[in-house]
């Protein structure tokens, strides 16, 4: 059931309450990287993890499976992070890693030559625009335009239009903070990529509860799938330009990826 996200309650205020619907369970943790475990930045390079959040993760992942799942090239989250024992999901699920190498699954790969294709185009017409980036990725190509004027955001819209319009059976758009990405259209997401994580490491049971926290517009998929079997917790403030009037399948809310902080360290004592 969708909710406003000014309805929500807060994560650290009903902290009594999530330990009862834990009590006796194995939390299985999703975290999305931008937004939740690092502020929002205007360029993709400048969001390093703090020193604490990456302990606190470390500590967690040392009592229960932890996943992270980002819109972020895999390789390109790992080395962000620092950490070499997380499964990651990088390309909101396209592309699936684990240390021990028991799980890998990439999507999409079929459509390399495409999307080589696509990332040329977006760096033709939107290199001379000012502030607008591209982000090549392993499954997926993104069209930046935090740093772009308000008045050329239309035409980094319709460069992408342009091009899916050319594809419309082969490739989607996914839209997120300030930035379009560009996919493979197949049916794939970051909840698909959450369920498929659950199957496989045999934590689709009655004494797992799935934790899912992310902040952006693709982590509703995540939100939704597990709706029905986990706790969904929403990273963003109500007041935010980005979140105002955003009704979401969130359970809780964080406000700050600091209280992320502190909420990861209580469930990992």
């Known amino acids: 059931m969708a909710t406003n996200v000014s309805d929500l309650p807060h994560a650290l205020a009903h902290s009594d309450e999530l330990a009862r619907r834990l009590a006796g369970k194995v939390p299985a943790v999703f975290l999305d990287y931008d937004g939740t475990l690092t502020p929002i930045v205007d360029r993709p390079e400048d969001a390093v993890i703090s020193q604490g959040m990456r302990n606190a993760v470390r500590r967690l992942a040392q009592r229960c499976p932890v996943c992270v799942v980002s819109g972020r090239d895999r390789r390109v989250v790992q080395e962000l992070i620092g950490l070499d024992d997380l499964i990651v999901a990088g390309s909101h699920g396209f592309d699936i890693w684990s240390p021990e190498g028991t799980i890998g699954r990439e999507e999409g790969a079929e459509f390399e030559a495409l999307l080589d294709e696509v990332k040329a185009r977006l760096h033709e017409e939107l290199d001379p625009i000012e502030g607008a980036l591209v982000e090549p990725k ?42 379009y990405e560009i996919q493979p259209k197949l049916d794939w997401d970051k909840g698909k990529a959450g369920l498929y994580l659950l199957e496989v490491l045999r934590l689709d049971r009655d004494d797992v509860v799935p934790l ?3 902040d952006d517009i693709t982590d509703e998929d995540a939100f939704e799938a597990l709706a029905d079997r986990g706790i969904n917790i929403l990273v963003g403030r109500a007041d935010d330009s980005e979140v105002a009037g ?5 359970d809780y809310v964080l406000h700050t990826t600091e209280e992320v902080r502190q909420f990861l360290d209580t469930l990992g004592r």
Not at 138 to 148: G, I, M
Not at 158 to 179: N, Q, R, S
Not at 246 to 250: I, K, N, Y
């Open 212 to 214: 899912y926290l992310g």
């Open 138 to 179: 392993r499954s997926s190509v993104a069209a930046h335009y935090r740093l772009v004027s308000d008045e050329e955001r239309p035409r980094v819209k319709e460069v992408v239009d342009t091009i899916l319009a050319e594809y419309p059976d082969e490739l989607k758009v996914t839209p997120g903070k300030m930035v």
């Open 246 to 250: 955003r009704t979401t399948a969130a």
